[in-house]
């Protein structure tokens, strides 16, 4: 054959191929969120990406500075909407380290309980929408969903809501637990494990799940620390760095529990670190539980209305279920902050997003931002 | 072998179907709106106004203090004072409110209105089946809408609705007592004139 | 962790020509923070990365803050001629404090489980000069923070990799955060009867407002 018959189309040499790009835009199923990545892709592979949200910023910052230190505590339900109670803990203790009240000890005990119950609900709420993304149609999910519900409702017969709990105060709690709520939790805590249990032998073992995460989205611990990364994600890649035992808030110092670290960093890791840290939080809950004791739940100085701190700043912050939640307040002697400012673990994790996904196929750029386990809410505020 | 996991996968999700058929632990749906959940005491969802006795206006408890509207968060509630008072149940004349709106849509249920009001008059419901057709009319409730009256609230919280009942009982009483007694304080001069 | 005082020490001495002044912080937490001038400050932050005593590899949270200028009236006492008399006579006098856009980094160790370390950094007006040197090629980490201060407060970051709007749409062309913002009218939809809401929402429902 000459050459004149062979078709132009295969005469092109194969390098001047296009690059696409794809939008996976705002409304997806697997964005967790109105989340938007814009994908630059080579054949399958990821060659650039760029988060864009921004979707649901309903600028709390701003609102703040209108509403008093008590107003906006609801506000921080909506934070991160699936760990209200953490965020409620976070807001109190940077306004109590401003004010200078001292919360007592069972307010400490009460808080300890339900920051790890809510550990629990985000790991597995996490876990099985990990597994979502990866095609697995929704029952690890609804496994998940199962447990959570017994944690929500006991949610509910103390707080008042499922979600948006609104409990911590500024000086310790909003009410006192009703009778029966430590015998209900100890029961839940005790059956626990077994469904961890059942979720480990359905998940773990599963080829395709390991074949889908290991070596999938690596993060060096280099890259980690200098990005800000937190949480779960950053002891995946081996950096021991707990805030629950760094700062020792609260009365954590005097739990027993460990932290899992990971060794490769990848999205395997990140699933077994959350399923381990299920384990260890179940762990201080049982101390927290038989441990708590009687006793006043508010300081006595702490006002409800009218609150005014010194002028002056403070930082603070807390491991939550995602990293680690900040607030930084600037007070001007006035009932409402003048700065008021989160520090959203989701959104600093999504910085290094980019440099796990290139080099991967798109499916893989679904699951590791999965395993980022960002919340809308917080990243957009 | 290869599949190992995934075969002991399966046996865990046959085990949960098979289950659901006996176990009521695996079964976890509720047929809404045949099966209803029972009710938890302490949920919250919207404000509602208490009043007490028969007649919806004379009882309501009331005041127009407007602490409920100040701290608000989304400021839903908006409340103009009457210039007319009404007595109160220990019988001090108080102010009561001409208008008490609470817009529905903008309330987000974080119970700060409850916990700061000084008269216990404003109290969370539990009522969630509130979509109507029309955002701004149905969903803006005023002081008719949202009065219900105390036995209702002793039904949804009862715990602490009977303790408030009690301590108004007990402040009814010290209040009639002491009117009693100071009527009897005011009989002795009035007697020596008409013993002569 | 070293004192303040020590590390604006051995900052000055690292860092020739660096400026440090100590800010207090007057509430409970006691947590006051470094003042930089903007021209050494990259220098200074990676002397803070680098060195093997203080290690501050992470940083945690990068803030803007809006100080616009007050006037504020003071009662100082000053000697004046009242008649023959030289006379210490109280008199108002009024003070403008300077107007800044601000941006407050902290920073803490994870190598040396220490923190946090609060720097400051002020631009020069909230006007036109409103660039501060960015630390993301220093910390990864204040790369998102960065573009939402320059999102929200309109501080420009030199140095910056991708400097453009991060949580409000790209046309969008006032900044939010502003103490002097001023929302457009048609902002709240839901006209709950609160006055000045309802009667600039009016003004944008077609055959009048609903409630």
């Known amino acids: 054959m000459s050459a004149s018959t062979i078709p132009s189309a295969l005469a092109e040499p194969a390098s001047d191929h296009q690059m696409l790009e794809v939008s996976l835009g705002p409304q997806h199923p697997s964005t967790h969120g109105v989340f938007r990545m814009d994908v630059v892709l080579d054949g399958e592979e990821v060659v650039k990406l760029k988060p864009v949200f921004g979707y649901l910023h309903r600028n709390h910052e701003k609102i703040a500075e209108k509403c008093t230190y008590l107003g906006s505590l609801p506000y921080t339900d909506r934070l991160d909407y699936i760990c209200s109670l953490t965020n409620n803990w976070a807001y109190a203790m940077t306004v109590e380290k401003l004010a200078g009240l001292v919360a007592p000890e069972r307010a400490e005990y009460i808080r300890v309980i339900l920051s790890e119950l809510t550990r629990l609900i985000n790991h597995s709420a996490l876990a099985g929408f990990l597994l979502q993304d990866m095609g697995a149609l929704g029952t690890p999910l609804m496994y998940a969903f199962r447990e959570r519900e017994k944690i929500l409702d ?83 890649t081996g950096v021991n760095y707990d805030i629950r035992k760094v700062d020792a808030y609260g009365v954590y110092g005097r739990f027993n529990f460990r932290v899992p670290l990971g060794e490769r960093g990848d999205v395997f890791d990140r699933y077994m670190i959350r399923i381990l840290e299920m384990r260890e939080s179940l762990k201080i809950l049982d101390q927290a539980l038989r441990d708590i004791p009687g006793g006043p739940i508010m300081d006595p100085k702490a006002k409800l209305r009218n609150l005014r701190p010194k002028p002056g700043e403070v930082y603070g912050r807390i491991e939550g279920p995602k990293g680690e939640l900040g607030f930084y307040l600037i007070s001007d002697g006035g009932p409402n902050p003048y700065r008021y400012r989160i520090r959203p673990p989701s959104l600093i994790n999504l910085t290094i997003l980019e440099d796990m996904c290139l080099g991967q196929t798109i499916a893989d750029a679904v699951v590791i931002l999965g395993s980022v386990d960002i919340v809308l809410g917080e990243v957009d505020r | 072998m290869n599949g190992l996991g995934i075969i002991k996968g399966m046996v865990e999700t046959a085990r949960n179907f098979v289950g659901s058929y006996h176990d009521a632990e695996r079964l976890t749906t509720v047929q809404y709106p045949e099966q209803k959940l029972p009710p938890v005491e302490n949920a919250r969802t919207i404000p509602f106004l208490v009043f007490d006795g028969d007649d919806a206006m004379a009882g309501l408890r009331c005041t127009a203090c407007v602490i409920c509207e100040k701290e608000c968060p989304p400021q839903c509630i908006y409340i103009v004072k009457d210039q007319v008072k009404k007595p109160d149940y220990v019988g001090k004349m108080q102010v009561q409110p001409k208008v008490f709106d609470i817009d529905i849509s903008v309330c987000m249920s974080c119970g700060i209105c409850v916990e700061v009001c000084p008269f216990d008059a404003i109290k969370m419901d539990q009522v969630f089946e509130l979509s109507t057709g029309d955002r701004f009319g149905k969903l803006l409730l005023d002081k008719k809408q949202l009065a219900k009256p105390n036995d209702y609230f002793v039904k949804l919280h009862k715990t602490e609705a009977t303790e408030i009942d009690v301590r108004r009982e007990e402040d009814k009483r010290k209040a009639e007592a002491a009117a009693a007694a100071k009527a009897a304080a005011a009989k002795p001069p009035a007697a020596p004139g008409g013993a002569t | 962790m070293e004192t303040l005082e020590q590390i604006k020490a051995r900052i000055e001495a690292a860092v020739p020509g660096a400026r440090v ?93 220490h923190g946090p370390l609060i720097l400051r950094l002020r631009t020069e007006n909230r006007a036109d000069q409103v660039t501060l040197p960015s630390l993301t090629p220093v910390w990864r980490s204040c790369e998102f923070q960065e573009r939402e201060i320059f999102d929200l407060y309109g501080v420009h970051f030199e140095g910056h990799p991708d400097l453009r709007r991060i949580l409000m749409w790209p046309e969008f062309t006032d900044f939010p955060m502003r103490k002097d913002y001023v929302e457009p009218d048609d902002y709240e939809y839901e006209p709950t009867p609160h006055d000045d809401v309802l009667t600039r929402a009016r003004q944008h429902y077609p055959g009048g407002a609903p409630a």
Not at chain 1, 197 to 211: K, M, P, R, V, W
Not at chain 3, 57 to 85: C, L, Q, R
């Open chain 3, 21 to 113: 002044e100590i800010v207090p912080n007057s509430s409970p937490a006691n947590q006051p923070s470094l003042l930089l001038d903007r021209g050494h400050a990259r220098a200074v932050a990676e002397f803070l990365r680098d060195d093997p005593a203080l290690a501050f590899d992470y940083a945690s949270n990068a803030t803007g803050v809006d100080w616009p200028e007050k006037t504020i009236k003071e009662k100082i006492k000053v000697k004046k001629m009242v008649g023959d008399v030289e006379k210490e006579v109280e008199e108002v006098c009024e003070r403008k404090t300077p107007a800044y856009l601000e941006a407050v980094y902290h920073l803490y160790s994870m190598a040396r489980k």
């Open chain 1, 154 to 236: 006991l949610f509910e017969s103390l707080t008042g809501a499922r979600m948006m709990c609104n409990y911590m105060r500024f000086g310790g709690c909003r009410c006192d637990l009703p009778p029966g709520w430590i015998e209900q939790t100890k029961n839940l805590v005790a059956n626990f494990p077994k469904f961890l249990d059942e979720f480990e032998s359905l998940l773990t073992g599963n080829e395709i799940l390991q074949a889908r995460t290991e070596g999938v989205g690596v993060l060096t611990p280099q890259l980690a620390v200098n990005a800000g990364v937190t949480g779960p994600m950053l002891r995946a």
